[in-house]
């Protein structure tokens, strides 16, 4: 298994995705559009409703999910 790019966390109302890697960093800088408030610390949080399609997106660019 290979060392996780975005680690992931449901933290019951919400998921939390923190990029780990600089390639995650990219791929979220240039493929998610989200405000200032969605993230906490290195965290972007998102209602339940969005995390599947964001962890989606993320594995299909390749990136390694924990």
């Given at each position: 298994m290979n060392a996780p790019d975005v680690l992931i966390n449901n933290e019951g109302t919400v998921f939390?995705?923190?990029p780990l890697t600089p390639k995650a960093n990219c791929w979220f800088n240039?493929?998610?559009?989200?405000?200032?408030w969605l993230w906490l610390g290195a965290t972007c949080v998102v209602e339940h409703g969005f995390a599947l399609g964001l962890a989606s997106g993320i594995r299909d660019a390749g990136l390694e999910l924990a």
């Open positions: 939390g995705f923190m240039e493929n998610v559009e989200t405000q200032p």
